[in-house]
């Protein structure tokens, strides 16, 4: 497999479960939404990307994390990213991607 690198994240060394579970508890704690999106084509003019259905309203840093491992498991060969996104001013304030092996 091959390692994909675009945005900044991608050059970090694969993110362990605690990491993500911080990341996810920062995006809760500035009030954003996380949410999840996964592609089989990952690229920079790629802005489609599929949106993991879950209800995050309620959702805790730890499930969040289970919903990425979940994703993970059902899309092997894609790549996977967490998105913070700002419900008030409607924008993706924050994004990762987790999951670059293509």
């Keep these: 497999m091959d390692h994909i690198t675009f945005e ?3 050059y970090l060394p694969p993110l362990n479960n605690g990491q993500i579970e911080r990341m996810v508890q920062d995006i809760l704690m500035k009030g954003y939404l996380p949410m999840i999106e996964y592609t089989d084509h990952p690229s920079l003019d790629n802005v489609y990307w ?3 259905g879950m209800d995050t309203e309620e959702m805790t840093a730890q499930d969040v994390v289970a919903q990425i491992e979940l994703c993970k498991q059902s899309y092997p060969y894609h790549s996977i990213r ?3 996104y700002d419900k008030e ?3 993706a304030a924050t994004s990762v991607l987790l999951n ?3």
């Design 8 to 10: 900044g994240g991608s």
């Design 50 to 52: 599929q949106l993991w």
């Design 82 to 84: 967490l998105i913070g």
């Design 89 to 91: 001013r409607q924008v």
């Design 100 to 102: 670059t092996e293509i």
